[in-house]
């Protein structure tokens, strides 16, 4: 028997080779469940057994918990499960007492209620589950799988037995010459190339492996060409549209989206692709999914991409309305017709186009409101700011006119002027100033001095202009 004997928990495994076991508890592969085969080996180094399934001719590698003895066979079982396959028992359930139907039995489907259209016809047990406590049977006709108890099902008496190859051989020698040799050359040709299979080597076995592993596994063979061709399509792409960056579908959905983040950013992740300009594609990326994971922004994006698929949609309607071709392809129904172009790669690549028309157009005009908000919020804090250094200029010269000493400085100086003026100071000559001729006064007669002007209302005389001025 193979040992065990290093590592913690070693234990000693006393399967020999050429035992037979039955597969179970494989997650990476649970088509394996339930199947029989046999021991080829112990590999220490990986402390895993080598099978090789009776079903196939399968070889892998199993850890011991996923490999158990199968239960002793009767010779004339261990005749069938060499010809049939063996039972897909579930790995780790016990074999119930109800199970009284072996695998590959036929049967026929009865007393459903459920599926009426069931009943009556023909089936194969594949495997019994103990814990659904029902028979596994696939349908012969439509092939399709269900689980039924077994009241529901009721064993085919089997017809005679099939002839043996012999008989069948014995037949055609009573043919003539020519059918004879004819089929002799076909046997030689078929067992040669039996003979040719069986010498041919093996294929490589592969450990089994759970999907995330086989997920990691296949972007490590991703070529560096490929990871730089994402780079630079990522880098490419209409930067107004986070759908393009991960190049999905418009209506794509959110499981969708976060599928298709995750293939990306394997493929860009500055820790494993080596173009220079990987980081600002996985930024590029990560921007995306955020503003596609923003209720407004993804909702206000979705608006001009429904609006541009209803401008694709309309001039499609326009452009086939007498199109004879999809008339007679889909008998008229115009419904059928725009179902197909919906599906269509041609139409998602129409949809592109609008799409970036109709977003580019909002976003010119964002920008141009945003520049006009902009250049009025200047003018209107110039105009504020102008204003408020006019206020800031009188309330400085109106405080510097109600000071004190610039009141005395003032009066003080009036008083100087006039003090001046009463000491009858020269005034200035200024040369080439301007000098009016002087006028003569006016001179009276005699007569004229002495005219009489009449009394007041006192009774006095009232006197002349001259006479006046003088007085004064």
Same mark, same amino acid.
């Given at each position: 028997?193979?040992?065990v004997?290093?590592?913690?928990?070693?234990?000693?495994h006393?399967?020999e080779?050429?035992?037979s076991?039955?597969?179970?508890?494989?997650?990476?592969?649970?088509?394996?469940?339930?199947k029989?085969?046999?021991?080829?080996?112990y590999a220490?180094?990986?402390?895993r057994y080598?099978?090789?399934v009776v079903?196939?001719?399968?070889?892998?590698?199993l850890?011991?918990v996923?490999?158990?003895?199968?239960? $002793? %066979?009767? +010779?004339?079982?261990?005749?069938a499960?060499a010809t049939?396959?063996?039972? !897909?028992? *579930? =790995?780790?359930? #016990? /074999?119930?007492?109800?199970?009284?139907?072996?695998?590959e039995?036929?049967?026929?489907?009865?007393?459903?209620?459920?599926?009426?259209?069931?009943?009556?016809?023909?089936?194969?047990?594949?495997?019994?589950?103990?814990?659904?406590?029902?028979?596994?049977?696939?349908?012969?006709?439509?092939?399709?799988?269900?689980?039924?108890?077994?009241?529901?099902?009721?064993?085919?008496?089997?017809g005679?037995?099939?002839?043996?190859?012999?008989?069948?051989?014995?037949?055609?020698e009573?043919?003539?010459?020519d059918? $004879? %040799?004819? +089929?002799?050359?076909a046997?030689e040709?078929?067992e040669?190339?039996a003979? !040719?299979? *069986? =010498?041919?080597? #093996? /294929?490589?076995?592969?450990?089994?492996?759970?999907?995330?592993?086989?997920?990691?596994?296949f972007?490590?063979?991703?070529?560096?060409?490929?990871?730089?061709?994402e780079?630079?399509r990522?880098?490419?792409c209409?930067?107004?549209?986070?759908?393009?960056?991960?190049?999905?579908?418009?209506?794509?959905?959110?499981?969708?989206?976060?599928?298709?983040?995750?293939?990306?950013?394997?493929?860009?992740?500055?820790?494993?692709?080596?173009?220079?300009?990987?980081?600002a594609?996985?930024?590029?990326?990560?921007? $995306?999914?955020?503003l596609l994971?923003?209720?407004?922004v993804?909702?206000?994006?979705?608006?001009?991409?429904?609006?541009?698929?209803?401008?694709?949609?309309?001039?499609?309607?326009?452009?086939?309305?007498?199109?004879?071709?999809?008339?007679?392809?889909?008998?008229?129904n115009?419904?059928a017709?725009?179902?197909?172009?919906?599906?269509?790669d041609?139409?998602?690549?129409?949809?592109?186009?609008?799409?970036?028309k109709?977003?580019?157009?909002?976003?010119?005009?964002?920008?141009?409101?945003?520049?006009?908000?902009?250049?009025?919020?200047?003018?209107?804090?110039?105009?504020e700011?102008?204003?408020a250094?006019?206020?800031?200029r009188?309330?400085?010269?109106q405080?510097?006119?109600?000071?004190?000493?610039?009141?005395?400085?003032?009066?003080?100086?009036?008083?100087?002027?006039?003090?001046?003026?009463?000491?009858?100071?020269?005034?200035?000559k200024?040369?080439?100033?301007?000098?009016?001729?002087?006028?003569?006064?006016?001179?009276?007669?005699?007569?004229e001095?002495e005219?009489?002007?009449?009394?007041d209302?006192n009774?006095?005389?009232v006197l002349?202009?001259?006479e006046?001025?003088?007085?004064?």
């Open positions: 028997p193979a040992q004997g290093r590592g913690p928990g070693a234990m000693a006393t399967m080779p050429g035992t076991v039955e597969i179970g508890g494989l997650k990476a592969r649970p088509d394996l469940n339930g029989r085969a046999s021991i080829v080996q220490s180094d990986r402390e080598q099978v090789k079903e196939g001719g399968e070889e892998l590698y850890k011991p996923n490999v158990k003895p199968a239960p $002793a %066979a009767s +010779a004339s079982a261990a005749a499960n049939t396959p063996p039972s !897909a028992t *579930a =790995a780790g359930d #016990a /074999p119930s007492e109800t199970a009284d139907l072996a695998p039995t036929e049967v026929t489907v009865s007393g459903l209620k459920s599926r009426p259209e069931l009943n009556g016809k023909r089936g194969r047990v594949v495997r019994y589950v103990p814990d659904r406590e029902r028979y596994h049977v696939v349908v012969t006709e439509t092939k399709e799988e269900t689980y039924l108890k077994r009241a529901n099902i009721e064993v085919l008496t089997t005679p037995p099939a002839e043996p190859e012999t008989a069948k051989v014995s037949e055609t009573t043919l003539d010459d059918a $004879a %040799a004819k +089929a002799a050359i046997r040709s078929i040669a190339a003979a !040719a299979a *069986a =010498a041919a080597p #093996a /294929p490589p076995i592969e450990e089994i492996k759970d999907s995330e592993t086989l997920l990691r596994e972007f490590a063979d991703v070529s560096d060409a490929t990871r730089d061709a780079v630079e990522i880098l490419s209409f930067k107004l549209n986070p759908y393009e960056h991960l190049a999905l579908r418009f209506d794509a959905k959110e499981d969708d989206i976060r599928r298709a983040f995750r293939k990306v950013s394997l493929l860009v992740h500055p820790d494993k692709c080596t173009h220079e300009k990987a980081k594609a996985f930024d590029a990326i990560g921007q $995306a999914q955020q994971g923003t209720p407004e993804k909702r206000e994006l979705d608006f001009n991409l429904e609006r541009a698929r209803d401008a694709v949609v309309k001039n499609w309607r326009k452009n086939t309305r007498n199109d004879v071709v999809l008339r007679v392809r889909f008998s008229g115009r419904e017709q725009l179902a197909a172009f919906l599906a269509s041609e139409f998602h690549e129409l949809w592109k186009l609008e799409a970036r109709m977003i580019v157009d909002v976003e010119w005009r964002r920008r141009k409101l945003t520049l006009r908000i902009k250049a009025e919020e200047e003018r209107v804090e110039k105009e700011k102008e204003e250094q006019e206020r800031k009188k309330s400085k010269a405080k510097e006119w109600d000071n004190e000493k610039a009141r005395e400085g003032r009066v003080g100086g009036w008083r100087d002027f006039m003090g001046a003026q009463k000491k009858g100071g020269k005034k200035q200024v040369v080439g100033a301007f000098k009016g001729p002087k006028l003569k006064k006016e001179e009276r007669s005699k007569e001095k005219e009489f002007h009449g009394l209302r009774g006095k005389r002349r202009p001259d006046v001025s003088k007085a004064w």
